[in-house]
């Protein structure tokens, strides 16, 4: 098993949040907090470290006490951008990726991607529930980060085609894909926060 102090846990907040108006996603508040607090809140207890990938509001991230590192390629250019950004700030053996507007993560989010990893021999193991790819909630091996280098300069954006091209391992979260609910509108805010209250004692 991978021992939890060799993983960086990234929680990615650098995108534009279009459909959320442009609003900064990950400091919009949801149920009393903002939406970055529930995140790290679920993610700390499951890796060594956590650090913050974000391209504004930086002093209200690094309000939160953890690391900020910022895109190093310019213009918004996507997850894998921010996950470059992170691979080149942090040291450890591993890097776990989740997206700053999903807080209600598995408490073994982190666990069962490790495992999944290990017996697989792996480079990447993303989680997938009811069918669909959360690439953003991943686990990487350190070593790729050079290959990922290449790949941004090449001009590749998307995840999914970039695991593709490695060894790359499904999870499956069929028993909790109600885990993995984002927010990409002020409807699904809503949700969430009503969700959130319900859950929160």
């Keep these: 098993m991978i021992e939890r102090e060799r993983i960086t846990g990234v929680i990615l907040a650098g995108g534009q949040a279009r459909r959320m108006g442009g609003l900064d996603k990950g400091l919009v508040e949801v149920a009393g907090k903002p939406m970055i607090e529930w995140t790290l809140q679920a993610l700390l207890p499951q890796v060594g470290s ?74 990447i193991a993303a989680a997938e529930a009811d069918g669909r790819l959360h690439s953003l909630h991943a686990l990487f091996d350190g070593r790729l980060a050079p290959d ?16 593709a091209s490695r060894k790359f391992v499904r ?25 959130l209250c319900t859950e929160t004692p």
């Design 148 to 163: 990922l280098a290449e790949r941004l300069i090449e001009g590749e954006r998307k995840p999914d085609r970039w695991y």
């Design 171 to 195: 999870v499956a979260f069929d028993d909790a894909p109600e885990a993995f609910m984002n927010v990409n509108t002020p409807a699904q805010r809503d949700a969430l926060a009503a969700i």
């Design 50 to 123: 956590v650090v913050v990938n974000a391209n504004r509001s930086l002093e209200a991230y690094r309000d939160l006490g953890v690391p900020v590192v910022e895109d190093r390629h310019d213009g918004f250019q996507g997850p894998l951008a921010g996950l470059h950004a992170a691979f080149e700030a942090v040291g450890t053996d591993y890097l776990l990726c989740v997206p700053c507007d999903a807080p209600r993560l598995p408490p073994d989010l982190v666990a069962r991607l490790a495992g999944a990893l290990t017996r697989e021999r792996a480079e």
